[in-house]
């Protein structure tokens, strides 16, 4: 029977997170260490594993994760509070870890749940899951890549006109330009996987027809400001999502890279929702309750990958 193994050594911490995991319907174990974790592993069939921060410091990790992924396990998503953010180059350097989440509890909660059951449950599409029941998320589809100036300063303007602040505005435009110009430019690929635009000016006007059309989604609760971006490709792949989150990875002539990870950067959690070959969605959260200096110093992320029919 598949279950979640969480991996934590705060019993109290183990028992918040077996409630909130407890309503996926699925069987929640828990573990004190990783050598814990391996031995429950023997008896157990997995399908998400949630381990702490602290744990990526230790040398069992890697064999842990083996287990785990021996065992059925599709994902494994860390918990990382602000205490752990040392172990933020282990957890990237990694690679296994597709899911961190950085919020301390009770916020985690959300994000927590959230997760799960995109992960779970295979829908993972769309922004409205991030956002408050009732909020509105405003869509326009980009027709021609001249039009990207004119809607990230649009953009910029109704998120002042809301009453946000000048820092949220310019980290939505930010975040917004860049993701644009990699779904125009970065994502359309041949059928010989060559990214036939990626060298292209960014300035120099293209029509996008319906293949190529960009469809832009943004929204906010009072908690998030959302940032939506979907192309039809689905070219973007989980390796060059994790590599582009690790600053190092991301070098001049990657592609998509140095775009993301100046994204990733620029928010609170970067979410990428991948089904190859057919469509890539990516979302930015900007945390609007909290002034820059509460601001943690490390983003969340997810890489979903859409399974196989």
């Not at 906010?220 to 999502?241: H, K, M, Q």
Request: net charge negative; hydrophobic share 45%; aromatic share 4%.
């Amino acid at each position: 029977m598949s279950s979640i193994l969480i991996v934590h050594p705060d019993r109290k911490t183990q028992r918040v997170v077996q409630r909130i995991l407890g309503g996926t319907g699925y069987r929640v174990d828990a573990a004190d260490d990783l050598g814990q974790g391996v031995r429950l592993l023997a008896h157990l069939e997995p399908i998400l594993v949630v381990v702490d921060g602290s744990a990526m410091a230790s040398p069992s990790v890697e064999p842990f994760f083996t287990a785990a992924r021996a065992r059925g396990a599709e994902a494994c998503m860390t918990l990382l509070d602000a205490g752990q953010l040392q172990h933020m180059p282990r957890i990237l350097g990694l690679g296994a870890v597709t899911n961190l989440l950085v919020h301390p509890m009770p916020l985690l909660g959300e994000e927590l749940t959230i997760t799960a059951q995109k992960l779970l449950r295979g829908d993972l599409f769309g922004a409205e899951k991030y956002l408050l029941w009732g909020s509105e998320l405003h869509a326009t589809t980009v027709t021609r890549a001249s039009q990207r100036t004119h809607i990230v300063g649009e953009l910029a303007e109704q998120v002042r006109a809301r009453g946000q602040t000048a820092r949220a505005a310019s980290m939505a435009m930010l975040v917004t330009d860049e993701l644009l110009s990699n779904a125009v430019h970065n994502a359309p690929v041949d059928e010989h996987g060559i990214h036939y635009r990626a060298d292209l000016a960014r300035d120099r006007e293209l029509e996008l027809d319906a293949r190529h059309e960009v469809v832009l989604r943004w929204g906010c609760d009072g908690r998030y400001l959302a940032i939506e971006v979907t192309d039809p490709f689905g070219s973007l792949d989980r390796d060059t999502a994790m590599a582009a989150l690790v600053q190092h990875e991301a070098k001049d002539g990657a592609g998509a890279g140095m775009g993301l990870a100046l994204t990733y950067r620029s928010c609170d959690h970067l979410v990428f929702n991948l089904s190859p070959g057919k469509r890539t969605q990516v979302i930015a959260l900007i945390d609007v309750r909290h002034p820059p200096t509460e601001r943690v110093a490390a983003s969340s992320y997810n890489v979903f990958v859409e399974r196989a029919p």
